[in-house]
């Protein structure tokens, strides 16, 4: 289980990362919120 939770938040820490180091890029999520919005 310590595990899953470590890969969980190094996930998100990289995914962080990548928005912080590439504002430019789309990520799937901000492009639903677009199309419903």
Avoid: R, T
Wanted: proline share 5%.
């Amino acid at each position: 289980m310590n595990n899953v939770i470590f890969l969980g938040l190094l996930g998100v820490f990289f995914y962080i990362q990548a928005v912080s180091l590439f504002p430019d890029l789309h990520f799937p999520e901000e492009e639903v919120e677009h199309v419903i919005s």
